[in-house]
Nanobody, 124 residues
């Protein structure tokens, strides 16, 4: 059964760092484009970052550019989101998603499989 499992969320102080992981179980992520999305309470889900299947193409939402880095390790069947200089406005449930197209896509409806999400809370 195809599953995406996120991990690495938690409570961190402003200015701190977290690394989220998105692991594929039951299938190989090698040929999938992967996106990270987040949803804060009372807000719509928004795209944060994405990476193409080869890892050569990445994209970031403007508010996270220079602070977040997406990467993938196909040997571990895992995609990472390194989040530095975290701000309270980064607080949200973070989801990873996989697209069979293999492309780095920014819209949630373009993705085929979703994880359950991991909570990130940035607070002092």
């Amino acid at each position: 059964q195809l599953q995406l499992v996120e991990s690495g969320g938690g409570l961190v102080q402003p200015g701190g760092s977290l690394r989220l992981s998105c692991a594929g179980t039951g299938f190989s992520l090698d040929y999938y484009g992967i996106g990270w999305f987040r949803q804060a309470p009372g807000k719509e889900r928004e795209g944060v970052s994405c990476i193409g299947s080869s890892g050569g193409i990445t994209d970031y939402e403007d508010s996270v550019k220079g602070r977040f880095t997406i990467s993938r390790d196909n040997t571990k069947n895992t995609v990472y989101l390194q989040m530095n200089s975290l701000k309270p406005e980064d607080t949200a449930v973070y989801y990873c998603a996989a697209s069979v197209s293999g492309l780095c896509l920014t819209r949630d409806y373009e993705y085929d499989y979703w994880g359950q999400g991991t909570q990130v809370t940035v607070s002092s």
